[in-house]
């Protein structure tokens, strides 16, 4: 959007400038024959003696000899004329992409805002472990006041027993885009869990973090014993 509107602004001015020229030239040439016009006439008038005798003769035709001044002005009017509206189309236009850009911004803003004031409801955890893998699984609910989520996934961080970080892994959930009110279950799988002694779930969007509330009435830490 942002580049079409340079384009157009660059487009204006050069017109804008095209006609300027035009105009200037246009009004020079014209001083330029009116005076080689007066110049031909009073040369002409010097040495024509029987029209300076006759009354009257010295009029001469009022197109050689007229207001220039006015013809000038109303030139250069046209000219301001056509800068002032090409000028109000550009400031339109640059006020109208600035505005687009603000309000892409300020979209998105809300967006992520909207997310943090209605949290996601984990209603179901569990995990077991298979050999040396821990599978976490659960249900997670979007409230019927909530936004319709795109690209939710399910992360589960790993702790060891004296509570030091060991390793994290993620996984789309089940029921994409999560609508307002929908539930959806989801599955982590994590590796060589052999060390682990508790765990914490937490969910993104993207590259934001949705907050949840955890409906269990339990810990959102959980412990693998």
């Known amino acids: 959007m942002i580049n079409v509107t340079l384009a ?17 030239w246009v009004t020079v040439r ?11 006439v009073l040369a002409a008038a010097i040495h024509d003696h029987d029209n300076q005798a ?11 000899f007229g207001d220039p001044g006015a013809e000038t002005g109303t030139r250069f009017a046209i000219v301001g004329a056509v800068a002032l509206v090409a000028a109000g189309a550009v400031t339109g236009l640059v006020l109208l992409a600035e505005s687009g850009s603000r309000g892409r911004p300020a979209a998105g803003r809300a967006h992520v805002e909207r997310l943090a004031d209605v949290p996601l409801e984990l209603v179901a955890l569990e ?8 599978v976490v699984h659960g249900i997670v609910r979007n409230p019927p006041s909530g936004a319709k989520l795109n690209g939710l996934t399910a992360v589960v961080l790993v702790f060891s027993k004296d509570g030091a970080y060991i390793a994290s892994e993620r996984a789309p959930v089940a029921v994409a885009p999560l609508a307002p009110g929908a539930e959806t279950p989801f ?10 002694d508790r765990y ?22 959980a412990r693998t014993e």
């Open 30 to 40: 014209d001083e330029r024959r009116r005076a080689a016009a007066r110049v031909a």
């Open 127 to 134: 995990h077991e472990r298979d050999d040396s893998r821990l």
């Open 200 to 221: 914490r779930v937490s969910f993104r969007s993207g590259d934001h973090i949705v907050p949840h509330l955890d409906r269990r009435d339990r810990n959102p830490v």
């Open 187 to 196: 599955v982590v799988t994590l590796p060589d869990a052999d060390s682990v």
């Open 54 to 64: 006759r009354p009257g003769s010295s009029e001469v035709p009022r197109g050689l």
């Open 8 to 24: 157009v602004v660059a487009t204006l001015s050069m017109i804008v400038a095209a006609i300027a020229t035009a105009v200037a």
